[in-house]
């Protein structure tokens, strides 16, 4: 077992060893001792489109989650090799729709509203996913063009399915003016819609019954404590929170906004945020001239995002210099290619 430093410089030999034959992508709410070493951080969409630009990197090491490594394996080519440090870096709001749920809740949907309905996917789903979004006419979403990616489908179709996550696309629908009343959520596990179903002809949003473990951790319970003792301190959360706590925030946005809003706020001013733990934890340490915490005072750690730690890390770099890459990220070429339908449909609009 190497010393973190072993480990650091380690990281650092290699990668001037392979120089530009070695990419590596860092999704923002990795681990500080991995984001060291990144040649470019981002959200989800702005990975997805730094992998897409990079057609030189031999070797992507993806620092990030499962979803996130597919999806640059779909937009890099055949001569690029994706690794994931850690197979165990899953999404679990990624897990929440598989592919026989989907096409049971597909063909349910088509019984009940026939050619009336579009499927977008946020991109924190699998490949297969997106390839079922992409080979029915529709797209993927980020967090940061949600709003303009639904106003789209909405253009082409009275409504829309929205998948894995309800309370983004409940959040996002709500903002562009669609009634709570013309949402209703579709549930995997049952095969059946949750709520009243009277009026499903008016139903504009069909939530898949998806959310974030993370982000559902920010509860009402920390707005009330906080409006009550610090009615000044500013509250801003990311839209995978529940559509009550984004409601009683002040601001919410994708993980770009969010870094940005504080990036321009004025020094001393006070601020809550609901996201990961470790972007919030990077925000304070970099802005140590505003008052910034976490809104829910535990902490959230995305868990699985914190698998990919250094010794994870060094170890997939030390199996490609040795000729030996491990935790390959491979899409089959059938879904990669209906995936990526999806996928630039979305780059279209962004
Ligand atoms: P964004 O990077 O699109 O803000 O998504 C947040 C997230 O939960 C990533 O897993
Ligand atoms: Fe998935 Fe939530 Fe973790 Fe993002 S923060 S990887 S959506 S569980």
New binding site residues.
Partial sequence: KMAPQDLKKRAWEIKKELGNRLFIPG???QKDEVIEFADAT??????AQVSAENQDAEYIVFC??H??AETADILTGDHQTVVLPDMRAG?S?ADMANMEQTERAWQKLQETFGDTIIPLTY??STAEIKAFVGKHGGATV???NAHKMLKWALSQKKRVLFLPDQHLGRNTAFDLGIPLEEMIVWNPISDEFEGPTENLDDMQMILWKGH?S??ENFRMQHIHDLREKEPDRHILV?P?CTHEVVTASDYNG???Y?INKIKEAPPGSKWAIG??MNLVNRLIQVHTDKDIVSLNPEMCP?LT?NRIDLPHFVWSLDQIVSGKPVNKIKVDAEKSALAKTAIERMFQFV
């Fill in positions: 999704h923002h709410y981002g959200d989800s969409l702005q990975l990030g989650v979803f996130m999404c709001m991109v924190n980020t967090s940061s974030c993370v982000h990311h995978e994708s993980t770009k969010i996201t990961e995305c995002m």
